[in-house]
């Protein structure tokens, strides 16, 4: 199915680095939606992005929606070892018919050396 | 308020058999969708259900089915089980379908097929 392009892969950092990672697509959205998942666990959603531009902080974290409404980064300041885990993104297209449909990144997968 | 409750937690099945995962949603959510997470492939979407009818369906066959009931839980179901299923099963709620509604995971059932 559909995917986008998340990138890093992975990443293995100096705790107190900052960290960027991305999402791109050939589709445009209406929502971007930053998810972390703690190994074993299921994501937990960590920043929404409803209207191009929007930029939202959620503590050490920032999230942009591109003013293309068709890629989104994520930043992570001043990394701490807890910080580890997968991180995803995903779209939200609403086409016809109001069906929503989600469309995920493989993840970035984040290493914390502390 | 209580999150997406999903059980069993663990699971092992012999190929041939059949599964029942069970999902609770938030309270007063209304939609609720399942994902196949396995190593290296990202979330990769089942089908999503709102108000007990199906509304979206990935790309998954039809040994792969769900249902929701009145009270909004769900269930899914694989039949004849195949190695290549083992996974992690993700079930997600949210409050509707309309653009807007982001998704919340629960901790997932972790199934493993012998």
Redesign the interface.
Known sequence: ?Q?LNQSPQSMFIQEGEDVSMNCTSSSIF??W?W?KQDP??????LI?L?KAGELTSNGRLTAQFGITRKDSFLNISASIPSDVGIY?CAG?L?PAG?????I????TSLAVNP | KAGVTQTPRYLIKTRGQQVTLSCSPISGHRSVSWYQQTPGQGLQFLFEYFSETQRNKGNFPGRFSGRQFSNSRSEMNVSTLELGDSALYLCASSLGQLSGNTIYFGEGSWLTVV
């Open positions: 199915g995917q209406n929502t939606l998810y074993g666990e299921g994501p937990v959603l929404a409803y995803f939200q609403t109001n069906n929503r449909k989600l995920w990144g493989l993840g």
